[in-house]
């Protein structure tokens, strides 16, 4: 599905990337973690497509195709989904509408008819039972006036609707309380399918309490260091992130452990 192979990025001149190798399947819940300034986001914003980043060498490719070629509408069409740390609003823009334009959007791209106004509410319906959003939320402007959790829900609810095959969720936990937590994970859990994939970016292990990855990478200046089981989660809450640093000053080759 997905293969990062070397990839190397900045942001104003300033190397975050250096070197980073990753391949996603279908199916499968990558968990990457790593302190602050790892390079995490950075990831996130380059396989989004967002302009501020340059990709400075190194190659990305989606289900066989060169994604660092795709523009951001594209990639989003072809199933690419970003769940942003911090959501931003959008004043006057309703959800309803919003929504209605990105399904009718990816249809339109899958050579499908757009839904009916009514077919359109049924399965905003459905989605919001499935992720336990209020409708509240759903009626009134895109995150207008939502608290950072409800930002958060939103952003699950709008994975729902599109069903991506891949979603990005880049520290989605940032900032919720362990309600919130659990009704994001939750969520997250349900609309997972055997096709579609999964990568969690986050700084903590409660996360990976609700959403369970097969894999838990971690990002360190700029390169996966270590990938394992979920164990290597359970390993970071314990140890925190010292003892991996100095694991990767020992060595300059990237260094892994194959997942049991």
Same mark, same amino acid.
């Given at each position: 599905?997905?293969?990062?192979?070397?990839?190397? $990025?900045? =942001?104003?001149?300033?190397? =975050?990337?250096?070197?980073? +190798?990753?391949?996603?399947?279908?199916?499968?819940?990558?968990?990457?973690?790593?302190?602050?300034?790892?390079?995490?986001?950075?990831? $996130?914003?380059?396989?989004?497509?967002?302009?501020? !980043?340059?990709?400075?060498?190194?190659?990305?490719?989606?289900?066989?195709?060169?994604?660092?070629?795709?523009?951001?509408?594209?990639?989003?069409?072809?199933?690419?989904?970003?769940?942003?740390?911090?959501? =931003?609003?959008?004043?006057?823009?309703?959800?309803?509408?919003?929504?209605?334009?990105?399904?009718?959007?990816?249809?339109?791209?899958?050579?499908?008819?757009?839904? &009916?106004?009514?077919?359109?509410?049924?399965?905003?319906?459905?989605?919001? /039972?499935?992720?336990?959003?209020? &409708?509240?939320? +759903?009626?009134?402007?895109?995150?207008?006036?939502?608290?950072?959790?409800?930002?958060?829900?939103?952003?699950?609810?709008?994975?729902?609707?599109?069903?991506?095959?891949?979603?990005?969720?880049?520290?989605?936990?940032?900032?919720?309380?362990?309600?919130?937590?659990?009704?994001?994970?939750?969520?997250?859990? *349900?609309? *997972?399918?055997?096709?579609?994939?999964? !990568?969690?970016?986050?700084?903590?292990?409660?996360?990976?309490?609700?959403? !369970?990855?097969? !894999?838990?990478?971690?990002?360190?200046?700029?390169?996966?260091?270590?990938?394992?089981?979920? /164990?290597?989660?359970?390993?970071?809450?314990?140890?925190?992130?010292?003892? =991996?640093?100095?694991?990767?000053?020992?060595?300059?080759?990237?260094?892994?452990?194959?997942?049991?």
């Amino acid at each position: 599905m997905l293969i990062v192979d070397n990839l190397k $990025a900045s =942001i104003d001149g300033k190397q =975050i990337l250096k070197g980073m +190798t990753l391949t996603v399947n279908p199916g499968e819940i990558h968990a990457i973690m790593g302190p602050n300034g790892s390079g995490k986001s950075t990831l $996130a914003s380059v396989l989004a497509g967002r302009e501020f !980043v340059t990709v400075n060498e190194g190659t990305v490719t989606y289900f066989g195709e060169n994604l660092l070629e795709m523009e951001p509408e594209e990639r989003a069409k072809e199933g690419l989904f970003l769940g942003f740390q911090y959501p =931003i609003e959008i004043p006057g823009v309703s959800m309803v509408n919003f929504m209605k334009t990105a399904v009718n959007e990816q249809r339109k791209h899958r050579g499908l008819e757009p839904l &009916s106004a009514s077919d359109f509410l049924k399965l905003m319906r459905e989605k919001k /039972e499935l992720v336990e959003i209020d &409708s509240k939320l +759903t009626n009134r402007s895109v995150n207008e006036g939502f608290s950072g959790g409800e930002k958060k829900k939103n952003e699950i609810f709008q994975m729902a609707m599109l069903e991506p095959k891949l979603a990005i969720l880049d520290e989605t936990d940032s900032g919720l309380d362990i309600d919130a937590l659990r009704v994001v994970a939750n969520g997250v859990n *349900k609309i *997972k399918r055997p096709d579609s994939s999964v !990568v969690v970016i986050t700084h903590y292990q409660r996360l990976l309490d609700f959403i !369970v990855p097969d !894999v838990v990478h971690v990002l360190y200046d700029g390169r996966i260091v270590k990938t394992a089981g979920r /164990e290597l989660a359970l390993e970071l809450e314990q140890k925190g992130y010292d003892w =991996i640093r100095k694991e990767a000053e020992k060595s300059d080759e990237t260094w892994t452990v194959k997942p049991k």
